[in-house]
């Protein structure tokens, strides 16, 4: 109802609003990798290191390439978002972007640092002598840290807001510190940072549970496979713990999102913890599996646990029912798609320390196939969760989404989202056949064809030679 | 203190401009080297000169952006509320340009790869255009996206573009001993140098037209030493690559696009829009300024060795691929 009077009226307001979720769906999507996996690129190094196992520094070696390139169309997506916070936002940036934009000038200088280390690290194999190459890559990790606690802490900051004074509408002072390190940051951060190196794991060894189904069993597959997949695993727990925490520190930081989450109506105890199942405008909850004060007492650790329903919320500062219904679905998404991983992760560690291997079964890779995916939807989903979960606020509290839309007209809006699709197809489909392309080719090379692993990547290094006619 | 963070974002606009600038000027000779035989090889040298370090520079205009909605929250809206069609161009270029550059080092079939170099030729050209087309919006203190001022600053940062990717290909073609593309560039630079100093010049009348106070202080105000030196440095570089002298042009080169745009920046400061936002009117609370000034400062000392590192192991040949 509510959101509908708002469409109305600012008629950009739709079509930037699905311009801000597609561009930012898109750009979550590398960020799995980009922050990550240098961490595991350098724990692979580090291996083969201290083995001397040249296997392992391939597996580097070849890992840095997807870094690099993935790391560029993260730039890329990652430039397009700078912008689009001034092409479609104007009013929250000119407002508020004093305090919200200080987590991304910190973020800016960690990107700076990163694609130079980036390239040190990519051209540096074996010009550099191994242990340099190891000690100047252990830069990584820190600045893709660093540069994640930027975008969390301006994220964080519009989930709960502080550090600023208001006069009259205008922004007077702002306490660093305090702007940046909002109460939401604490869980936002570790949930996130596990998240993606959960992600990283679970996908990066999924393409080596496909080579194992497809038959791969030799020192290189079972190496690429087991440690970014028992990295993923050892997180997997620690991360239930974690987003349990974010999830019952809503109940206090951000109420109305907490309510959508669990489709809560009225205030109550002996709350049910509805799974799946939709909330109408009326507040009547159908379908869905209801347990009985399961959410007062995971809330509260008590059946008398008091719940705040949306109802409690005026109409124009709570979540739409529409909106709320794509929170709840997203979260029992994100949360069946964890504890779904944890059993798997589960499955893996009992295996490993028991026997020092990862298991044998072919119902096993199956599933390891399939984590890689389930971790792409389930980032997807918690951002959706905490994204939607916020409406009609874009800053919680201060700020009406509609209230800080461009005044551009929605053809135009409505024109850049068609073409950005467009472009990110293309991205995409590029994205991919180079991944495809390098993957066949260094399987042609572990065949027996040798040559180096970046050669003819458009990030990689330039041969050393140039040929004209080459 | 608001006028140091202006500087440093002045300095941010600027290394976009310079190193960006080397990076499309490239882009637009590979669009015009034609299918023929002597084309074709400078397209190889092109590309094989961009390959390691094209769109680090996007790190520039990121900054920039940043610097720009935390240290003048007020600049970043009333920009963005008017010019949102410009920058929604000049990003789609810069997509395009990125996305297609890549894609040609993995097209397989000649008509894919054609198609690749068209897209990468044209969003090369584009992109400086609608970036310099928006300075020159806000130049003429009236924020609206098409004006003879701000076209007329698009046009002369295509010229700008060009004659710096000319100059920076003939040290490339001198570097990996190309030496048949040498003089090729060198034509090519001091051909672009000459068209950037027309355009230049209409580009000064225009402003005299449109916004006469911008240009008196171009003239005779703070913006003169940095126009003199453009104008003194752009025939410089002409004759020295006329006289066929390879010391120096590169440095004078980025010296003279640089200081074109120190001209821009000081003739209209204190203003951040003429006639409409200062520095003072539209600086963030003291509190992010300390904080943009600390981030700046790092800046300096830890990236500014990182990078020397890069170039040093650049130089040195370290970061060449050592098969194939």
Excluded at chain 1, 349 to 359: F, H, I, K, N
Excluded at chain 1, 431 to 442: D, N, T, V
Excluded at chain 2, 67 to 90: E, H, K, R
Excluded at chain 2, 130 to 139: E, N, P, R, T
Aim: net charge positive; hydrophobic share 55%; charged share 15%.
């Amino acid at each position: 109802m509510t959101s509908a009077v708002w469409l109305a009226s600012e008629p950009a307001l739709l079509p930037s609003r699905i311009q801000m979720a597609f561009t930012l769906a898109s750009h979550v999507l590398l960020v799995p990798l980009g922050v990550a996996l240098p961490s595991l690129t350098l724990l692979m190094e580090g291996i083969g290191l201290s083995r001397k196992d040249p296997v392992a520094i391939k597996i580097a070696r070849r890992w840095s390439v997807v870094m690099a390139v993935q790391f560029a169309v993260g730039a890329v997506t990652g430039t397009i978002l700078s912008f689009e916070f001034g092409i479609l936002w104007p009013r929250m940036m000119g407002r508020f972007g004093s305090a919200f934009g200080l987590g991304f000038a910190i973020e800016g200088l960690a990107f700076f640092l990163e694609a130079i280390f980036i390239g040190i690290y990519l051209y540096g194999w074996n010009r550099l002598p191994p242990r340099l190459h190891f000690l100047l890559g252990l830069v990584l990790p820190p600045t893709g840290l660093v540069g994640a606690f930027g975008v969390l802490a301006a994220n964080a900051w519009m989930n709960t807001p502080a550090g600023i004074t208001l006069e009259g509408g205008r922004l007077t002072n702002v306490d660093v510190l305090a702007a940046l390190f909002t109460r939401a940051l604490g869980y936002e951060f570790w949930h996130f940072v596990i998240a993606i190196y959960m992600t990283a794991g679970f996908v990066v060894a999924s393409v080596y549970a496909v080579a194992w189904l497809r038959g791969r069993r030799d020192h290189y597959q079972r190496l690429a496979f087991a440690v970014p997949f028992t990295v993923a695993a050892l997180l997997t727990p620690v991360q239930l713990a974690v987003g349990d925490l974010s999830a019952r520190a809503l109940t206090e930081d951000q109420p109305a999102k907490f309510a959508a989450i669990e489709i809560t109506w009225q205030t109550r105890d002996h709350n049910p913890e509805v799974i799946l199942g939709l909330i109408d405008d009326s507040g009547r909850v159908h379908l869905g599996i209801s347990v009985p004060s399961l959410d007062s007492l995971l809330v509260g650790y008590s059946p008398n646990a008091i719940v705040r329903g949306l109802r409690s919320f005026p109409a124009d500062a709570r979540p739409s029912s529409v909106e709320a219904n794509i929170a709840h679905l997203a979260f029992d998404l994100m949360v069946g798609l964890g504890s779904a991983g944890a059993l798997v992760a589960l499955w893996h560690l009992w295996v490993l320390a028991r026997r020092r291997r990862p298991p044998d079964s072919v119902w096993f890779y199956r599933l390891a196939a399939l984590a890689g995916v389930g971790s792409y939807v389930a980032v997807e989903a918690g951002w959706v969760t905490t994204e939607v979960g916020r409406q009609p606020w874009i800053v919680y509290g201060l700020m009406r989404v509609s209230d800080a839309v461009t005044t551009a007209p929605a053809s135009f809006v409505w024109t850049m989202l068609a073409t950005l699709i467009v472009v990110y197809a293309l991205i995409a489909f590029f994205f991919i056949s180079l991944l495809l392309r390098l993957a066949a080719r260094w399987r042609r090379e572990d065949l027996g064809e040798p040559s180096a692993p970046e050669v003819g990547v458009p990030y990689g290094p330039r041969p050393g030679k140039f040929t004209p006619d080459a | 203190m608001p006028e140091l963070i202006a500087f440093v974002l002045l300095l941010a606009i600027t290394a976009y401009s310079t190193a960006g600038g080397v990076d499309f000027g490239a882009g637009i000779w590979d669009l015009l080297a034609g299918p023929s035989e002597r084309g074709r090889r400078a397209r190889a040298l092109i590309d094989h000169a961009m390959a390691p370090v094209w769109e680090v520079n996007n790190v520039w205009l990121v900054l920039a952006i940043v610097l720009c909605w935390t240290g003048f929250p007020l600049l970043f809206q009333v920009v963005f509320a008017g010019l949102y069609p410009l920058f929604t161009f000049a990003l789609i270029g810069l997509i395009l340009r990125g996305a297609f550059f890549a894609f040609r080092h993995i097209a397989d079939q000649p008509r894919a790869h054609r198609l690749a170099d068209l897209v990468f030729g044209v969003s090369s050209v584009l992109t400086p255009f609608f970036f310099a087309a928006s300075l020159g919006a806000i130049a003429s203190g009236r924020l609206v996206p098409f004006s003879p001022m701000s076209i007329a600053f698009g046009l002369v940062s295509v010229a700008a573009t060009a004659f710096s990717g000319a100059s920076f290909l003939v040290g490339d073609a001198r570097r990996y001993g190309a030496e048949e593309l040498v003089g090729y560039f060198r034509r090519r630079a001091v051909a672009a140098a000459l068209v950037l100093i027309a355009v230049g010049t209409v580009a000064l009348v225009t402003i005299g037209l449109q916004a006469p106070g911008l240009l008196r202080s171009m003239l005779t105000g703070k913006g003169l030493p940095f126009a003199l030196v453009t104008m003194v440095l752009t025939p410089t570089v002409v004759f020295l690559l006329w006289r066929g002298v390879y010391r120096w042009y590169r440095v004078l080169t980025v010296a003279a696009v640089g200081s074109l745009v120190f001209a821009w920046a000081f003739a209209q400061s204190p203003y951040l829009v003429p006639g409409q936002l200062t520095i003072d009117q539209a600086i963030a609370p003291p509190g992010a300024q300390v904080l943009l000034l600390i981030v700046s400062a790092v800046l300096l000392l830890v990236i500014a060795p990182a990078m020397g590192l890069l170039y040093y192991l650049d130089q040195k040949g370290a970061l060449e691929s050592t098969e194939g």
